[in-house]
């Protein structure tokens, strides 16, 4: 895996990097799907990377892009599902030859195989979510500065835990992964300096670089040991950044509360809104870190389908509404309004620049 792009994908598209590890052959891409409408002739199309199409997070919320346009546009879309690295090039072979008019990418992973069939039709149009080292004319990559809404959620878990004490851990130690554990790092180092607090992060130090990782974004058991040590030295709040490995966090979390219901612990999700794709631990989800993939999938469709492509990367930041936390849901009322005021005026000081969140995930990062 190359680390010399010029930025790195998140925490959905790395699992395309541990699909190394795997073997056989991703799903053949699935028949249109027609919908009413007036642009039954436009062709939207999308490959996933190995976490699939129901992985709660990256690939879901970005596959929500083009069914969205289906639904809202009448055009007729055309998905492959990749199980290992060896099929994105052959799943984006069969979108060409469909005569796809726009084919996305999920993911960094597929950086090499979008270039290389881009280059090879120039006639088509291909956007890559969380990847921009392609410059050319017929690629827009759609990426995201997730650190700015982390920095916000690690404020919230600051504020909220009840033993000084939160966590967090990562697939692998990639940018596009401690972007998240940055950004939540900062937010808690930033309510301790405004409240005199003394909250601990547990699994990531942010100045060193280091910190806690599974090691791949498959094993959810690794997950939930991960999360189970961190319960274990009191930690009460837990950011998983590692894909579907985050689901071994919800179980542990849900175990865990069963059995200290005077004291429950909790969890951030990533990427997609997990109050609403993780129906079973609702009761657990406090917020989302949120990249919104769809809407900027959805818009670049439209774009394309009025003759309005550009090759003009999109970058998702709070000021734009890219990223943003999802709801409380269920944690609403645990959330008092000075911290809800506190965090509107963190992400105006962010968007202003009166607050710098660094790392170096950033997109808009040198």
């Known amino acids: ?102 084919t996305v990418t999920v993911g960094y992973g597929l950086a090499d195989a979008t270039k290389e069939a881009a280059e090879a ?80 992060v547990l699994g990531w130090n942010t100045e060193n670089q280091s910190g806690t990782f599974t090691g791949d974004f498959e094993d959810a058991t690794k997950g939930k040991t991960n999360t189970q040590n961190f319960l274990d030295q009191g930690a009460d709040i837990i950011l998983p950044v590692a894909g579907p490995v985050g689901a071994g966090t919800l179980e542990a979390v849900k175990e865990y509360n069963a059995a200290h219901a005077d004291a429950p612990a909790s969890v951030v999700w990533v990427d997609a809104d997990g109050y609403e794709t993780n129906p079973d631990f609702q009761d657990i989800i406090l917020t989302s870190i949120m990249k919104k993939m769809d809407e900027a999938i959805t818009e670049t469709i439209k774009a394309d389908m009025d003759g309005k492509f550009t090759s003009e990367a999109y970058i998702g930041t709070l000021e734009n509404d890219g990223v943003g936390l999802a709801p409380f849901h269920n944690f609403d009322s645990k959330v008092s309004d000075e911290t809800k005021a506190e965090l509107d005026k963190i992400k105006e000081d962010i968007i202003s620049g009166t607050i710098k969140v660094e790392t170096e995930g950033s997109p808009t990062a040198a």
């Open 1 to 102: 895996m190359a680390l010399s792009r010029k930025h790195f994908a998140s925490t959905g598209s790395i699992l395309g990097i541990s699909a190394l590890l795997l073997a056989g052959c991703g799903s053949a891409p699935e028949e249109f799907s027609k919908a009413s409408g007036d642009n039954k002739d436009y062709l939207g199309c999308i490959v996933s990377d190995s976490g699939g199409f129901n992985d709660k997070s990256f690939n879901q919320n970005s596959y929500k892009g083009l069914t969205d346009a289906v639904s809202q546009y009448g055009i007729q879309e055309k998905k492959a599902q990749s199980s290992a690295e060896t099929d994105y090039a052959p799943n984006l072979n069969e979108m060409v030859q469909a005569g796809c008019k726009l």
């Open 121 to 200: 039709n120039s006639d088509l149009h291909f956007t890559i979510v969380d990847d921009n080292s392609i410059e050319l004319d017929n690629v827009r990559p759609i990426v995201f500065d997730t650190a700015q809404a982390a920095f916000q959620a690690g404020y919230l878990a600051a504020s909220q835990t009840k033993t000084g004490k939160v966590a967090t851990y990562g697939g692998a130690q990639f940018p596009t992964v401690t972007i998240f554990m940055d950004g939540f790092a900062q937010g808690v180092k930033y309510y301790n300096e405004q409240k005199g607090t003394k909250v601990e």
